[in-house]
């Protein structure tokens, strides 16, 4: 078995050759990650944490995108940035390890369940399938990515969990919680279904086992709970970003192998939304097993009628089912269905190659066909070296319609802020330290004035004058942060904090975690007693 974990990581590290180059590569919003991991170092650096709102972005003016955004990623980039990487090559590093790491985990789970050359023949399939390369290659998407790893993390816990294992409780938890951190909305696709395959796979604990999933989504609380409170503080919920029904394909696409850079599956240079080749054939061999009585398997046929049943969801078919379906703006693509047909698909071909006579030569024809299908989608539309100072010094919001600017805000400023702190008439400012999100000055003035914090304002900001809490106005045009200083010498901390909200979340997460890490430790005990 080690032979097949050294072959697999060698065939990884093949998939991912373009991220060994020096520089970066054309993508949808990968060069975007970078600019939010620098704006979110600057920030994790100062002492925020968790860290949700970055004051460089927006012209100087400062955006929770952070407060909104799946915040694992840019969390396990840090490891290598303070390991000495830049902050290119430490985004680089966390598309790297999660595509490598997702093939050794699928093939652990899959473990739990079959031989090792079925096991090892579905982790190349959960790699070498044409939406991982769209993921990394076309979409530059670092969320969906680390997400692919922590999801056969998921499954294997629940198979632990099926064969007795009932310390994988808590490990499923925790698993549970990284999926939901690395990107929600694929945790939002891939939970229920998750759930409903633990239930058909065990048949006792069942109490226990819903409660770790529910233990899974509390320790994830701190991003959850203020990402969905605050929403209605900002934009997004009034801003369609995208119309499910433009990304919907003609069924052929979803079949016939095409590749393109394109945002829709429609016109020229397309976004390819096919299934792949191997896929296809290994669902119609699943399909034919089960018309023979003796390979009946549950799984199998629930499986087999989500692969049809997603088909369905993606063409142009479904076209009025997307425009009455609930939380359709939360998938906002059809084709991020495809996540799941990954998965599907490496289970069936372990499935197939499982109940098939000659496993070494099936799995060896699969292993070559998966890679032979896929290995010319590795490469990016084109490279790029523009250096760290062009990402650590842009100024963009990094959103599409800058939806997660605040609701009062009724205009962008033109102007970049240069001063954090503006004051009217002449009075001096001395003692001025600003930090991300954090600004003290000692402020003299002989009259009553208005102060100007050139942020836009957010729950969680607050301002103390000689360390008492004062109140901040921000009805105005721009929505930045005002408040009036009396005459005399002051001094001044304006500095972004945690709501109400935001510490329950926090503390919630902590308690979850706590709560895991007991029962943990406790079944740990019982195993080894």
């Given at each position: 078995m080690?032979?097949?974990?050294?072959?697999?990581?060698?065939?990884?590290?093949?998939?991912?050759?373009?991220?060994?180059?020096?520089?970066?590569?054309?993508?949808?919003?990968?060069?975007?990650?970078?600019?939010?991991?620098?704006?979110?170092?600057?920030?994790?650096?100062?002492?925020?944490?968790?860290?949700?709102?970055?004051?460089?972005?927006?012209?100087?003016?400062?955006?929770?995108?952070?407060?909104?955004?799946?915040?694992?990623?840019?969390?396990?980039?840090?490891?290598?940035?303070?390991?000495?990487?830049?902050?290119v090559d430490s985004i680089k590093a966390v598309f790297a390890i999660s595509a490598v790491f997702s093939s050794l985990a699928m093939f652990w789970a899959l473990r739990q369940k079959f031989d090792k050359y079925s096991a090892f023949a579905g982790s190349i399939l959960y790699l070498f399938i044409p939406y991982r390369f769209v993921d990394l290659y076309v979409r530059g998407s670092l969320g969906e990515?680390?997400?692919?790893?922590?999801?056969?993390?998921?499954?294997?816990?629940i198979l632990k969990i099926q064969n007795g294992k009932r310390i994988y409780f808590p490990i499923l938890s925790a698993s549970i919680a990284l999926l939901i951190l690395s990107h929600n909305v694929i945790a939002f696709l891939f939970l229920p279904f998750f759930l409903i395959i633990s239930l058909v796979?065990?048949?006792?604990?069942?109490?226990?086992?819903?409660?770790?999933?529910?233990?899974?989504?509390?320790?994830?609380?701190?991003?959850?709970?203020?990402?969905?409170?605050?929403?209605?503080?900002?934009?997004?919920?009034?801003?369609?970003?995208?119309?499910p029904q433009d990304h919907l394909a003609n069924l052929i696409d979803l079949i016939v192998p095409k590749w393109g850079y394109g945002p829709t599956p429609n016109g020229q240079n397309a976004l390819p939304?096919?299934?792949?080749?191997?896929?296809?054939?290994?669902?119609?061999?699943?399909?034919?097993?089960?018309?023979?009585?003796?390979?009946?398997?549950?799984?199998?046929?629930?499986?087999?009628?989500?692969?049809?049943l997603i088909a369905f969801l993606m063409s142009k078919l479904s076209a009025l089912f997307w425009t009455n379906l609930p939380f359709s703006d939360l998938i906002q693509f059809p084709w991020r269905l495809l996540s799941i047909?990954?998965?599907?698909?490496?289970?069936?071909?372990?499935?197939?190659?499982?109940?098939?006579?000659?496993?070494?030569t099936l799995t060896a024809i699969m292993v070559a066909a998966s890679i032979a299908s896929t290995i010319l989608y590795t490469k990016p539309a084109g490279f790029t070296d523009k250096g760290d100072g062009f990402y650590s010094t842009n100024e963009g919001t990094t959103t599409v319609r800058d939806e997660y600017l605040p609701l009062?805000?009724?205009?962008?400023?033109?102007?970049?802020?240069?001063?954090?702190?503006?004051?009217?008439?002449?009075?001096?400012?001395?003692?001025?330290?600003i930090r991300p999100t954090s600004y003290t000055a000692t402020i003299k003035s002989d009259i009553d004035t208005n102060v100007q914090v050139n942020s836009i304002y957010f729950p969680g900001w607050q301002v103390k004058i000689d360390g008492k809490i004062t109140p901040i106005n921000y009805m105005n045009d721009f929505g930045l942060i005002n408040f009036q200083l009396p005459r005399g010498e002051h001094k001044v901390i304006i500095k972004y904090t945690e709501t109400p909200v935001h510490t329950a979340a926090d503390l919630v997460s902590i308690g979850s975690l706590l709560a895991a890490g007991i029962s943990f430790f406790i079944l740990w005990r019982k195993q080894n007693s």
């Open positions: 080690k032979k097949l974990l050294v072959i697999l990581f060698l065939f990884s590290l093949v998939s991912i050759w373009p991220f060994f180059k020096i520089g970066y590569f054309e993508s949808h919003d990968g060069e975007w990650m970078v600019i939010r991991f620098t704006a979110f170092h600057q920030t994790f650096r100062a002492g925020q944490f968790p860290v949700r709102f970055v004051d460089r972005l927006n012209s100087n003016y400062g955006y929770p995108v952070l407060n909104f955004l799946y915040p694992l990623p840019f969390y396990l980039a840090e490891i290598p940035k303070i390991l000495g990487f830049n902050f990515s680390l997400a692919f790893a922590f999801v056969p993390l998921c499954f294997g816990a796979l065990i048949k006792k604990s069942r109490i226990f086992l819903v409660m770790s999933f529910l233990l899974g989504i509390l320790i994830s609380s701190f991003f959850t709970v203020p990402a969905l409170y605050d929403l209605k503080f900002v934009r997004l919920p009034q801003i369609k970003i995208g119309n939304v096919q299934f792949g080749i191997v896929p296809l054939f290994i669902a119609l061999a699943a399909f034919y097993s089960q018309m023979i009585k003796k390979n009946r398997n549950v799984l199998v046929q629930f499986l087999l009628g989500i692969f049809v047909i990954v998965f599907i698909s490496s289970f069936l071909a372990a499935y197939v190659i499982g109940i098939s006579k000659n496993k070494k009062w805000v009724k205009k962008q400023n033109p102007i970049r802020a240069n001063t954090k702190i503006q004051i009217t008439g002449d009075s001096p400012v001395e003692d001025l330290n």
